[in-house]
C-alpha cells in the first residue's frame, strides 16, 4: 500500500509540471512582406502607373505616402490588372479610392499571385505638377 501511495504521488508531481494550457492548433508563420515604393511626378489632369507582382495570395496594403505641393492635396488612388503587354492598367472599381497622403494602407485587400498595378491620377484639383510616393506591400 506504501509503494503505491509514494508511486502515485510520484506520478502527481510529474503530471503537475506539464503544461497543458498552450493551444495546440498552429495558423504557421505569417509570410514576410515585400515593399514596393514608387515615386514620380504628376500633371494636371495627368494619370500615372506602375506594376508589381504577388508572388503569393495574401496580403495587399496600397499607400499613398506623400504628395505635393500641397501635402494635404486629394488624389485618386488605385489598383488593376496589368495588359499583356504591360502598356496599361485597368482598374478594379472596387478598389479606387480618393485619398489624401498618409503612412494608414488607403487600399488593404487580400489579393491572389499574379501581376497587378498601382495607378494615381489627379481628381481635378491639381494647379500644377506634384510629386508622388505610393508603397504597396504585398506577400
Known amino acids: 500500500m506504501r509503494r503505491s501511495l509514494i508511486a502515485l504521488v510520484a506520478c502527481l508531481a510529474i503530471s503537475a509540471g506539464c503544461d497543458n494550457s498552450g493551444d495546440s492548433t498552429s495558423t504557421g508563420p505569417s509570410l514576410p512582406l515585400t515593399t514596393d515604393t514608387f515615386t ?8 500615372a502607373f506602375h506594376p508589381f507582382t504577388v ?3 495574401g496580403e495587399l ?3 499613398l505616402t506623400a504628395v505635393g505641393p500641397p501635402p494635404t ?7 488593376g490588372t496589368l495588359s499583356s503587354d504591360s502598356a496599361s492598367c485597368s482598374l ?6 480618393v485619398v489624401q497622403a498618409s503612412m494608414t494602407p488607403q487600399i488593404p ?3 491572389g499571385a499574379g501581376r497587378y498595378c ?9 494647379t500644377g505638377q506634384v ?4 508603397t504597396v506591400a504585398h506577400t
Open 40 to 47: 514620380g511626378t504628376l500633371d494636371p489632369l495627368g494619370t
Open 118 to 126: 498601382v495607378q494615381i491620377v489627379d481628381v481635378g484639383n491639381q
Open 61 to 63: 496594403d496600397i499607400t
Open 73 to 79: 492635396i486629394f488624389m485618386g488612388l488605385g489598383i
Open 92 to 97: 478594379d472599381t472596387r478598389f479606387n479610392v
Open 55 to 57: 508572388a503569393q495570395a
Open 109 to 111: 485587400v487580400n489579393a
Open 131 to 134: 510629386s508622388y510616393t505610393i
